[in-house]
């Protein structure tokens, strides 16, 4: 039996350790390296040694476990009990252009469900942490979900797609109708600190779709672990196998989703 504890912490290091590695490249990025995986999504050799970096201490620290990875540095294992899931730039468009918003994502599946996840920002040097079981964290402190009840009241969050605009008139009628009924939607530009941000109550919620598991995997488990509710665009509670993601508080996830269901369908 594994402790996730121990795992949650040793996965801590490693995220922090890729961060002090991604604040050191971006210093010195020059932008004119970069490739284009498609019209908006961007891509690095700083994401990939990153990843090099994460896969290799992450192999010392659990060598049973499988990996899923953004850029397949390594080989995609998804067939143990347990895999690794990570994102090791989420925010690479901010990154390139001198954002300090851009994080390290891992996350611990156990039989496909995440039970661990650790997002380090790193321009900000805050780690967010979570087991199954084991509430949420901020930089060892205790976080939480916010409290509000009225969606007038609420700060939300969202992203958008890479690719996949099918959905996308519905989508912007979401933005439409929330832009007039909250305080604001904010997009800041990474999946993984907009699901942290929930968990420790800077926004009330964040919905997004076009999503790959590495985006949203360590995420979930911060979101739930603060006492937060996560599904899909059709309610279903399994956002890491699902394109698609509502995460917010236990009163106002279910407004939100009455308005995607309304709007997108």
């Known amino acids: 039996m594994i402790d996730l ?19 050191k490249r971006q210093r010195t990025f020059d932008r004119s390296v970069v490739e284009l995986k498609s019209m908006n999504a961007l891509v ?8 090099e970096l994460i896969v290799q201490k992450l192999m010392e620290v659990f060598p049973e476990a499988g990996f899923l990875t953004e ?10 009990q347990y ?6 730039l989420d925010g690479t468009t901010n990154f390139v252009h001198g954002l300090p918003i851009y994080s390290v994502s891992i996350a611990l599946l156990r039989e496909g469900w995440p039970v661990l996840g650790v997002v380090y920002e790193a321009g900000m040097d805050e780690c967010f942490t979570a087991y199954e079981g084991g509430g949420a964290y901020l930089n060892g402190e205790r976080i939480s979900t916010t409290t509000s009840e009225r969606l007038e009241d609420t700060l939300l969050a969202t992203g958008f797609p890479y690719y996949n605009f099918s959905k996308l008139q519905g989508f912007q009628d979401t933005l ?3 832009y007039q009924h ?18 420790c109550g800077r926004f009330d919620g964040y919905f997004e779709y076009g999503l790959s598991p590495w985006d949203v995997a360590a995420g979930v488990v911060l979101v739930t672990e603060a006492g937060g509710i996560v599904t899909d665009f059709s309610n279903n509670n399994v956002p890491v196998a699902s394109e698609s993601i509502i995460a917010a508080n236990k009163s106002i996830h279910p407004l939100v989703y009455t308005i995607i269901e309304q709007k997108i369908g």
Do not use: C, F
């Not at 690095?44 to 990153?50: I, K, P």
């Open 5 to 23: 504890s121990v795992l949650t912490e040793k996965a801590s290091l490693v995220a922090k350790e890729a961060g002090t590695y991604l604040r």
């Open 71 to 80: 850029e397949e540095t390594t080989t995609q294992k998804t067939d143990s």
């Open 44 to 51: 690095s050799d700083v994401d990939r040694s990153t990843e």
């Open 182 to 199: 909250t305080r604001g939607v904010r997009r800041i530009g990474t999946a993984a600190v907009d699901l942290a941000y929930t968990a």
């Open 83 to 88: 895999t690794w899931v990570i994102d090791p």
């Open 176 to 178: 439409a109708h929330l």
